[in-house]
């Protein structure tokens, strides 16, 4: 017996387990979308992040990789415990057809093994369901986990699909997306205090979303995220003109680029001890 994997997310880059054969090529009616939460990898459960699932769309292709594993149970076995336990937010195990390049028609390998969500918000606690746009990429630009933030995992998958020649047209306009947010608010300055202690405002927390507050800090969240959006625009709008002068240029401080991370529950408009201070913010002047 053989077990053959399908990667169409992390899995390109960093497979993580013992394989002995590795194939590029692409599955038929499916397409990879960004509706699944991690929790406690690149995300938390107060603000999960965005990584990829299959959606069914007929005629939709999605390309990636297919990992082979010989060598007997044990391997397979060990295998499998592995990706089972990477995984887990998928509640899912699809067999699938895997095509490459030289034969869009005929399988190169039947029963490929995909990691798949049920797209319902019942059956799986982990799916997000869709979303425009924007919101995918506040998300994505904004959650962090253990193992890193949210827009690594897009930036290493858009490098990933370059690599191995197959780019994929959401995941470039997604991840320009990001970018652009990401930029705006570093170059506005925008600096959460989560970013100095978080751990301060636990307290605060726990007070606000067990009080009447908690209408007040959904409308603030609103208002915070619109008032960024509307700074965005016209930063980008200053900066295509070249209107921008050398005192803005120093106010605006576009050197501190790795220091500014901003936390956010984009999923639900309520307050948590990482978002609280995306809601209260600092423009440094």
Not at 12 to 38: M, Q, S, T
Not at 262 to 280: F, M, R, V, Y
Request: glycine share 6%; net charge positive; with cysteine.
């Amino acid at each position: 017996m053989v077990l053959w994997v399908f990667g169409y997310g992390s899995l390109i880059w960093n497979p993580g387990f013992d394989f002995d054969e590795k194939l590029v090529g692409f599955i038929k009616d499916y397409r990879r979308v960004f509706d699944l939460a991690c929790i406690d990898h690149r995300g938390t459960p107060e603000n999960p992040a965005r990584t990829c699932t299959l959606e069914a769309k007929k005629g939709a292709v999605c390309w990636g990789t297919a990992y082979c594993v010989r060598g007997g149970i044990e391997k397979e076995r060990a295998a499998m415990q592995y990706l089972e336990r990477r995984e887990c937010e998928y509640d899912q195990k699809t067999s699938v057809d895997f095509y490459k390049e030289e034969d869009l028609l005929r399988p190169a390998v039947t029963g490929v093994l995909a990691f798949t969500s049920t797209p319902d918000r019942k059956a799986n606690k982990y799916y997000l369901g869709p979303a425009p746009l924007w919101e995918t990429a506040r998300q994505i630009a904004t959650a962090s986990g253990p193992c890193g933030n949210n827009r690594d995992y897009l930036f290493l998958l858009e490098k990933a699909m370059f690599h191995i020649g197959h780019q994929d047209d959401y995941v470039i306009e997604l991840a320009n997306e990001v970018r652009k947010i990401i930029s705006s608010l570093k170059a506005a300055g925008v600096v959460s205090f989560a970013q100095r202690d978080s751990s301060s405002f636990i307290g605060i927390y726990h007070w606000i979303v067990k009080s009447p507050l908690r209408d007040l800090c959904r409308w603030m969240n609103e208002r915070v995220w619109n008032a960024l959006r509307s700074m965005q625009d016209t930063i980008q709008r200053s900066m295509s003109r070249k209107k921008i002068n050398h005192s803005f240029k120093q106010k605006i401080q576009p050197e501190r680029i790795d220091e500014v991370s901003i936390s956010w529950k984009p999923h639900e408009a309520l307050l948590h001890p990482l978002s609280l201070p995306a809601t209260t913010i600092v423009v440094d002047s």
